[in-house]
Each structure stands twice: as C-alpha cells, then as structure tokens.
C-alpha cells in the first residue's frame, strides 16, 4: 500500500493530527489557500467545541490527576503530591510556548523526527493565522490548537509522577521533566501527530512524522501520553528503588474519597481529550466521545468482576482503576471503533492490567507506587494494539482514510487488520525503546548528580513537610 494510500484515520483524529501550519508556513511550503482564505473557514461550532476541550483536558490534571494521585498516597506525603502535578502543569505550559509546540508541529524537513524552531516563542502565530484540521477546507484559529495541544503537553509528564511518589525530589523532578519533555514528549508528538494537512498533501507529499507516515492509528495519545509516560514512570521507580519498608509495611491510600473525586473528574475531561481530538465538531466527535463513555464503563465493571472472583470483594480502588484503564485503552482508538466494540476493548484491558498490577508488580519486585506503568503503559499498548482490531470496518469501525481524493472519504476495502496489527505493533515498540531508554539515563543522572531521592529521614517524616514545609491537613 502506497504512503498517501496509507494516511489513515477518522475524519479528525488526533492520531493523524495535523500541521496547525500558518499561513507564512503555507506560503513557504506549499500551494495552500491563503491566509484570507483560511479564516473564513473558520467554524464557531469547532472553534468553541475546541476551547471547551482544552479547558476539560486542563481539568484532567489540576485538579483531576492530583487528586486522584493525591488520594492514593499516605497523608504525609499529598501535598507533595499536589505540588508535583501543579508545578509540572506550570512549567511544561511555559517550555509549550517557548519551543516545544514549535518542535512537534513545524516541519521538520527531510527529518521526520521532531520540527524547527521557526515558531519559537510563538513567532508569527497570532489571532489571524490558522491550523488544519482533518477536512478539506475546514480550519482553525493557530491559537485554538496551540493550546488545545499545550494540555497534552501539561498532562502526559504529570502522570509519571505516580510511579516513584512519596520519595522523589521537586528539584530534582522539575529538572527531569524540562529534559523529558524537550527529549522525548515534543519529538514524538512530531512523529506520531505531524503532518501537512488534508488541503497540502499534493504539494507536500513526505512532510509528516515517522510513524504518521508509517501509518499508525492514533486517535487522541496512546503511544505519545500513555505509553510514552507509562514507561518513563517505570525506569523513575526502577532507578530510584523502593519506598523504605516496601513492600512489608502496609501503605494504604489515605483517602478513597478524594481518589474516587479524581478519578470522575478524569472521566469527565476525557471527552475533552479524546472527543476534542477530532478538532471539529461533526459525526466523528461524536463516534469518539460515545466509545469513550461505554469503554470506561465496561472497563470499570471488568475490574470489579476480576476482584469479585479474585478475593470474594469488589472494591471502590478496583473500580477506579478499572475505569482509568478503559479511558487509557480506548484513547487510542476512540475515533476509530464502534460502541460495541469499545466495550469489548474495555472489558478485555481491564483483566491485563489487573493482571500487571497485582501479580507482575509483586513477582518482579519493582515499586511502581500508583502503578503508572501497570495501568498507563499496558493499558495504552492493549489499546494500540487493539486498534487494528477495532478499527475494522468489518467490526463496525471507520478504517482508512484517504485523502487522496476531494473530499477526502472512508475506503473500507483498503484495510487489513494483520497488516494494521503489525504497524501498531512497531509504533509501540519504537514508544518503549525512545522513551524507555531516554528516560532511564535522565534519571540515572540526574540521581547521580543533583539527586532525585529525598533521604531516609525526609521519607519518614514525609515528603510534605521535608520538601515544602507545610502540610496537606491540620491536625
């Protein structure tokens, strides 16, 4: 199957995601529409569904994920949890501005690794320049996308945090996710999500990311946020080491409540994350943000039932983890299944990760503290896997689509499951590898340097009061 052949996706998945080119981008490199011309194809339907999803993306990490992080650890140590999530929040929005939307959404050439530098600092994206979407002839604001794309930014490096709470440095933390996201985040946000767009593919035919032209589904992030985070979260734990008294002491979270709150409130701003992927608001938004509700829900049934059979009891822990599970495992694939077949990927996910997290974790000995990697990295490679599988139009799903012809449209007969399986496979692999290896050596040294590991002393009294002197609670 040729490259333009193989540009597949739903009209508006993320996974395909565009070049929000500029118009002095489009001038330069292509034989696009104008900048005149471009915004009167702007959608006041796509440009507020779009604004509303970033701000839901944005309330999946603060205060969603730190909350539903908060929960899980020991009173003496949810402050610093919060810090963690907030902080990262603050700062990857700044590096977003400052170069990295610029590195995963401006050409690279005849690199298809990472972009340029040509909008640093956001130079000349303002009110007046646009972005594509997935439709011929249908645009957005620059701005709309940049910040729609900044929160994925904020969130994937926020959930790392979760592998080696209670015992990590802020310092030494902050300076691990500046280099992370400059790294690994930005280059493969190029690779996956880049490319010229459905109205410049004629005039710029080999302008796209590795595995974009590879041809790898990707709905809304699972290589880029939950594998890519699933794993660096894995080497943080790996590199350093358990909490002291893992696993003899009992540490249990210290609020379900806030947890359950969390997780609910990542529910919610999902169809923001996953939905909002389409970058318009049509048919498609809709697909994605059905199979998100009835993925999460059969994943979190999945989860109770396994623990019903597993220990006599179905508990609140299970059934919030089993959820997060199905919003991880159906990211991948929202824009491309069908409800039915989202749900049977959310009961299907939920047993592997159980699975990971209650017999791996333990067998391999690793203290991966909220079990980031059992749940983000295997839950996101069930989904990309799984993808192929769903994405069938024999199964209901959407298939290719070409955008070799005006409109582009759906051709279901160009799609072959094993040959999608093995393209998703290669995209998981090269996640794993990148951001596997990368992160393990950040980690090593900057332990090695600076230190990324609060002292013995500091674990005790809690990471709390030793690295921020205050409290969660008065007491």
């Known amino acids: 199957m040729s490259f333009t052949k193989k540009l597949c996706g739903a009209a508006g998945a993320i996974g395909l995601s565009l070049l929000a080119a500029s118009p002095a981008f489009a001038a330069d490199l292509v ?16 440009v507020a569904w779009m604004l509303v999803s970033s701000a839901l993306v944005l309330m999946m990490s603060i205060p969603g994920l730190a909350l539903f992080y908060g929960g899980l650890v020991r009173t003496k140590n949810m402050l610093s949890v919060l810090m963690q999530v907030f902080m990262i929040v603050s700062v990857t929005g700044l590096l977003w501005c400052c170069y990295g939307y610029s590195m995963a959404f401006t050409s690279g050439g005849e690199n298809h690794f990472f972009g340029g530098l040509s909008k640093a600092f956001l130079m000349g994206v303002d009110g007046t320049t646009s972005g594509a979407t997935f439709s011929n002839n249908v645009y957005l604001p620059e701005l709309v996308f940049v910040v729609f794309q900044m929160t994925f930014a904020m969130i994937t490096p926020a959930l790392i945090v979760g592998a080696f709470a209670e015992r990590v440095k802020f310092s030494g933390l902050i300076i691990f996710i500046v280099l992370w996201s400059t790294i690994v985040y930005y280059p493969m946000a190029h690779m996956v999500w880049y490319w010229a767009g459905p109205d410049f593919l004629v005039d710029a035919p080999t302008d796209y990311g590795m595995l974009w032209g590879w041809g790898a589904l990707d709905f809304a992030g699972g290589t880029v946020v939950h594998i890519n985070a699933g794993i660096a979260g894995l080497a943080g734990a790996i590199v350093l080491g358990k909490r002291s008294g893992y696993p003899k002491e009992p540490m249990p979270p210290h609020s379900l409540t806030m947890t359950m709150i969390g997780a609910s409130l990542l529910w919610v701003g999902w169809f923001g994350f996953n939905a909002g992927s389409n970058l318009e608001a049509n048919g498609v938004t809709a697909v994605a943000f059905v199979n998100t509700m009835v993925a999460t829900c059969a994943a979190a049934v999945s989860w109770a039932l396994v623990e019903k059979v597993a220990h006599g009891k179905p508990s609140l822990l299970g059934a919030v983890s089993g959820a997060v599970a199905g919003l991880v495992a159906i990211t991948p694939a929202s824009g491309y299944a069908a409800p039915m077949t989202s749900i049977v990927l959310g009961f299907v996910v939920s047993p592997i990760c159980y699975l990971f997290v209650a017999k791996v974790k333990p067998k391999l000995g690793y203290d991966d503290s909220l079990d980031v990697f059992g749940v983000h990295c295997i839950g996101g490679i069930v989904g990309a896997l799984g993808t192929a599988i769903v994405a069938a139009p024999s199964l209901g799903g959407q298939g290719y689509f070409d955008y070799t012809v005006f409109p582009a449209a759906f051709h279901p007969e160009q799609y072959s499951i094993g040959a ?12 794993l590898l990148l951001s596997g290896g990368v992160s393990f050596v950040l980690f090593y040294a900057i332990n090695k340097t600076i230190g990324l590991r609060v002292s013995v002393e500091a674990e005790h009294e809690g990471v709390d009061l030793a690295e921020h002197g205050e409290r969660a609670y008065n007491m």
Not at 31 to 46: H, Y
Not at 426 to 431: I, Y
């Open 420 to 431: 999608q399986l093995i393209t998703q496979l290669k995209a998981v692999l090269v996640t």
């Open 31 to 46: 034989k696009g529409p104008d900048a005149a011309a471009m915004a009167t194809m702007w959608n006041k339907g796509d």
